[in-house]
């Protein structure tokens, strides 16, 4: 992770080389092409790869947990409306005439966390995970004509803000957002995975969960508020980001094994690297405009799910 964490730093449309990274940084500058690197560095590139690295840790310790909820592989965060939830939000915020990012996260955080509730209160009142499937999908089809309806309102400006924001960016990261949601990813993160345990009975069934001496209904509260408050922030600064929930678990589940106990770690920290890559990438192929990093997630895990599915391994 160091080394494509220096990479993604030293690369971009102003090119620092990887070798004046650490003089550049804890040097006063000697010349003027040292102090735009430094300006570079430390303003746009190194808030935007901590950002990537806590989206992409995020989305896919949520999504492992997710799939054991469900006991499915192909879940993921926004199954119960996290994401088109903050993605209406955003949207309804933006058509309304918000142009600030704090005007629009706002917003879209509270849209994640009511779009989630709904779907969890909805779901919750049967056993079983069926009904909190079918209440999510009713809930991600409500905000999708929202955003559909809301689209068709906006103007030729606003049309282009939410087609960045609904495919993805960080191009909003600042140290002063990632002084609170720093903290806020990795100590959700933490008591999300205190729960491995019962995640290994929930894969069991229900039933046999409830036999170890487990409580379903009290985890599935759990996993689902903790990831609409781990995931509904991410979602309200860098936009809809999908694939990375969704993939990361799976493959880190083929390589090592369905126990949470190394599952929902290695999830958070290949998250992390397979973000930082997608948006390394972004920033590259089109130098020195940049694509919207939902673009290359999907362009990505979308084939390579499709390429698990053919081998039968999914």
């Known amino acids: 992770m160091g080394t494509l964490t220096l990479l ?104 994640s966390l009511l779009a989630t509730l709904a779907a969890y209160r909805l779901g919750s009142r049967h056993e079983g995970m069926a009904r909190l499937l079918l209440a999510g999908v009713a809930i991600n089809a409500i905000c999708a004509s929202l955003i559909g309806l809301f689209t068709f309102q906006a103007s030729d400006v606003q049309l282009r803000n939410l087609t960045f924001w609904n495919l993805g960016s960080l191009a909003g990261a600042h140290w002063t957002l990632l002084a609170w949601l720093a903290p806020w990813v990795v100590g959700l993160s933490a008591w999300l995975m205190r729960d491995w345990r019962a995640m290994n009975a929930l894969l069991l069934g229900e039933r046999e969960a409830r036999h170890l001496g487990y409580a379903p209904e009290r985890l599935r509260r759990r996993i689902v508020l903790s990831s609409a408050l781990l995931v509904g922030p991410l979602v309200a600064v860098a936009g809809t980001i999908a694939f990375v929930g969704l993939v990361v678990p799976h493959l880190v589940r083929l390589a090592v094994g369905a126990d949470h106990r190394w599952l929902l770690p290695l999830s958070w920290v290949f998250g992390a690297v397979a973000l930082l890559l997608a948006d390394t990438a972004a920033r590259l192929v089109v130098i020195p405009a940049e694509l919207p990093i939902g673009i290359v997630t999907s362009l990505v895990g979308g084939p390579f799910l499709l390429w698990l599915l053919a081998r039968g391994r999914s």
Request: proline share 8%; aromatic share 4%.
């Open 8 to 111: 993604s730093a030293a690369l971009g449309a102003v090119s620092v080389p990887l070798g004046r990274l650490g003089p550049v940084l804890w040097s006063v500058p000697v010349d003027a092409d040292e102090a735009l690197w430094r300006q570079v560095l430390i303003e746009v590139r190194l808030p935007r790869i901590v950002l990537g690295l806590l989206t992409g840790a995020a989305l896919a310790v949520c999504g492992a947990a997710m799939q054991a909820l469900f006991r499915n592989p192909l879940a993921e965060p926004g199954l119960v409306g996290i994401s088109l939830g903050g993605a209406a939000g955003a949207v309804v915020a933006i058509v309304l005439g918000a142009q600030t990012l704090p005007t629009v996260a706002v917003p879209a955080f509270l849209g």
